[in-house]
Each structure stands twice: as structure tokens, then as C-alpha cells.
């Protein structure tokens, strides 16, 4: 079953204008990590952020965690074109057998317009 | 960060027939998995990658189906047996250090 579940589905800005996207999750976890996969090719692993973590910072993107809530944000500042793709949370579990795999959630797909 | 390679890219096979897949990590990782993407969807765990032992599968996946090999750090094979149509996807391997999991550009599998 599905861990995470990204909101929105799809985004669709200006170049310039910031995105956000958000992440919820279910049960506990070890850390949580972005990935960017741009039209079906491989992932890109953004930013990893642990459980006792509350914001992470990239370049022009952020990240904030908030296990009480059990929910997570990806800001990505002054988009570009470039930044157009399809971007994942993924959930590595505290508890359940985990062995460090990872639970996917369905995607945000980004279009930033120029 | 780890650097995967995976061969081949993409292939088109005909149903019932077999396809290994080949992951290379440039640098040794703790953990090495494999992700099915099926089409417009997210991705989803196949199976853990152990060196020198069985494979450990997640519901819904089995040997027979997704044979596994991983005979060192660096290496991993998955072999997508007796294609069927619904075989069609994205398969990507990664590679877990210190929490952090990278993924390979993935193999797209097409099955007639």
C-alpha cells in the first residue's frame, strides 16, 4: 500500500513563481527523501531529511518535516523550465521489517511555463 | 553519492521469453534494490538485493518471476522471466549509503 501520498497530483506554474508540494505519510519513519524523475527516466535523488530534522536546505529547494503531523514539503524558489518533472517523496520505515527500502508515493508532476 | 549504471536501457522482447538486467554501483553500498515503474505510475519495491544469499521479495513478487542475483557490493543482477505484456515497465535499481538511496536511469522493458 501506499506510504506517501504527494498533493498536489499535478502543478502547473510560471517560470519565476515558486512551487510547493506535499508530502503525507502514514507510520513512523527513519528519514524521508525527494527524487525528481524527469519523463520516465532514471530518479534524481534531491534531499534526504531525518526524523529528528525539521527543515533542510538545497540551493532553491527546501525541505521541511513535521513527524507530528506526519507530513512533508518540498519548496522549490524562482522555478525554472528546467524544473519541470514529476517529483516523489519516498518513506524509509522506522518499524515493519524495514530494511532501509523505500515507499514511494504517487508523484507531483511540475510544468513550469516560460 | 553512488554513481548505478544499468544495461541495457530499453528493450523490446517477445512474450515468454527472459531478460536479465545488469546494475552497477561505483562504489560499495550497503543495500542494492530493484523497483518496478509501470506506466505513469510511482514505483514499487520487487525485492532487497542480499549479497551472497536469497533475495528478499515483497509481496506480490517471487524467485521464479524475478530471479536475483548479487554476488558482490557492486553488482546485482534481476532477470524478468516468461514475459507477458504486463512485464512492460520502467525497472530501476539503487543503492543505499548511509540512508541515501540512489537510483540507476532504469531499463525500460517493452513486451509484445
Known amino acids: 500500500s501506499q506510504q506517501g501520498e504527494e498533493d498536489p497530483q499535478a502543478l502547473s506554474i510560471q517560470e519565476g513563481e515558486n512551487a510547493t508540494m506535499n508530502c503525507s505519510y502514514k507510520?513512523?519513519?527513519?528519514?524521508l527523501q525527494w527524487y525528481r524523475q524527469n519523463s520516465g527516466r532514471g530518479l534524481v535523488h534531491l534531499i534526504l531529511?531525518?526524523?529528528?530534522?525539521r527543515e533542510k536546505h538545497s540551493g532553491r529547494l527546501r525541505v521541511t518535516l513535521d513527524t507530528s503531523k506526519k507530513s512533508s514539503s518540498l519548496l522549490i524558489t524562482a522555478s525554472r523550465a528546467a524544473d519541470t518533472a514529476s517529483y516523489f517523496c519516498?518513506?524509509?520505515?522506522?518499524?515493519?521489517?524495514?530494511?532501509?527500502?523505500?515507499?514511494f508515493g504517487k508523484g507531483t508532476k511540475l510544468s513550469v511555463k516560460p | 553519492s553512488a554513481v548505478i549504471s544499468q544495461k541495457p536501457s530499453r528493450d523490446i522482447c517477445q512474450r515468454g521469453t527472459s531478460l536479465t538486467i545488469q546494475c552497477q554501483v561505483d562504489?560499495?553500498?550497503?543495500?542494492m534494490f530493484w523497483y518496478r515503474q509501470q506506466p505513469g505510475q510511482s514505483l514499487t519495491l520487487i525485492a532487497t538485493?542480499?549479497?551472497?544469499?536469497?533475495?528478499?521479495?515483497e509481496s506480490g513478487f517471487v524467485i521464479d518471476k524475478f530471479p536475483i542475483s548479487r554476488p558482490n557490493l557492486t553488482f546485482s543482477t534481476l532477470t524478468v522471466s516468461n514475459m507477458s505484456p504486463e512485464d512492460s515497465s520502467i525497472y530501476l535499481c539503487?543503492?543505499?549509503?548511509?540512508?541515501?538511496?540512489?537510483f540507476g536511469p532504469g531499463t525500460r522493458l517493452t513486451v509484445l
Open positions: 519516498a518513506t524509509d520505515l522506522r518499524y515493519g521489517g524495514s530494511q532501509g527500502n523505500l515507499i
Open positions: 538485493a542480499n549479497q551472497g544469499s536469497e533475495a528478499t521479495y
Open positions: 507510520t513512523s519513519i527513519n528519514n
Open positions: 539503487s543503492g543505499s549509503t548511509r540512508g541515501e538511496q540512489f
Open positions: 562504489s560499495q553500498v550497503t543495500m
Open positions: 531529511i531525518r526524523s529528528n530534522e
